[in-house]
């Protein structure tokens, strides 16, 4: 922030991208911004108090929070859950080791995220605050199938109590209606076509 205010030239709108890991356990579904922040791990903490420090420049840029809900895509880590399953199923891999089989997120695509993100750099209003998402959850459980039907293989699923955290968030469900009441329609692939495209099989348009 002090480096763009430093360059001279005053950015049209400025977006810091935070994450919806900060509704934290909220009942709430689907979530709005309105919502009150309540992180219960040390990435969601970080990225609120991004979003403070973001805030304390606020007379200065013209700057916007958004707060995108899971997303995937070719490329993303491997650490990450969607990939992992990706490359098990398209290795025809044995077996995987999971966690929490039943939490639902939303596995948005990344070319919906980034068509938010310019979308909202031309359109946002500064100072306010934007989920990203497409508020279409889907359970880890009911992912699977999917990948066993794209790629006509199945594995043994095993859960590993290593893996199940102990604060999961349960449920990660976004309300799109301020992102599309400020931008209008996404471009929002299913996550059948998501994953066909992770896997090779499908197109990237």
């Given at each position: 922030?002090?480096?763009?205010?430093?360059?001279?030239?005053?950015?049209?709108?400025?977006?810091?991208?935070?994450?919806?890991?900060?509704?934290?356990?909220?009942?709430?579904?689907?979530i709005a911004e309105t919502?009150?922040?309540?992180?219960?791990?040390?990435?969601?903490?970080?990225?609120?108090?991004?979003?403070?420090?973001?805030?304390?420049?606020?007379?200065?840029?013209?700057?916007?929070?958004?707060?995108?809900?899971?997303?995937?895509?070719?490329?993303?880590?491997?650490?990450?859950?969607?990939?992992?399953?990706?490359?098990?199923?398209?290795?025809?891999?044995?077996?995987?080791?999971?966690?929490?089989?039943?939490?639902?997120?939303?596995?948005?695509?990344?070319?919906?995220?980034?068509?938010?993100?310019?979308?909202?750099l031309e359109y946002g209003?500064?100072?306010?605050?934007?989920?990203?998402?497409?508020?279409?959850?889907?359970?880890?459980?009911?992912?699977?199938?999917?990948?066993?039907?794209?790629?006509?293989?199945?594995?043994?699923?095993?859960?590993?109590?290593?893996?199940?955290?102990?604060?999961?968030?349960?449920?990660?469900?976004?309300?799109?209606?301020?992102?599309?009441?400020t931008v209008g329609p996404?471009?929002?692939?299913?996550?059948?076509?998501?994953?066909?495209?992770?896997?090779?099989?499908?197109?990237?348009?």
């Amino acid at each position: 922030m002090r480096a763009l205010i430093k360059a001279g030239v005053k950015p049209q709108r400025v977006l810091a991208a935070s994450s919806a890991n900060v509704y934290g356990n909220t009942l709430l579904s689907p979530i709005a911004e309105t919502a009150v922040p309540a992180p219960v791990n040390h990435y969601a903490t970080s990225k609120l108090a991004m979003e403070c420090m973001a805030r304390t420049f606020a007379d200065q840029l013209p700057i916007l929070i958004t707060r995108p809900f899971n997303y995937t895509g070719p490329g993303q880590a491997l650490s990450f859950l969607i990939p992992k399953l990706v490359s098990h199923f398209r290795a025809r891999a044995k077996f995987i080791e999971l966690g929490n089989l039943d939490v639902e997120r939303e596995f948005n695509d990344v070319r919906m995220v980034c068509d938010a993100y310019l979308r909202l750099l031309e359109y946002g209003v500064p100072g306010a605050t934007y989920n990203v998402c497409s508020g279409k959850p889907h359970t880890l459980r009911s992912v699977i199938p999917t990948l066993e039907q794209l790629t006509e293989h199945a594995l043994d699923i095993r859960v590993n109590p290593a893996f199940v955290r102990s604060n999961e968030i349960k449920r990660l469900c976004g309300d799109p209606s301020k992102l599309t009441n400020t931008v209008g329609p996404l471009i929002c692939p299913s996550l059948q076509e998501t994953l066909a495209w992770m896997l090779g099989t499908g197109d990237n348009p």
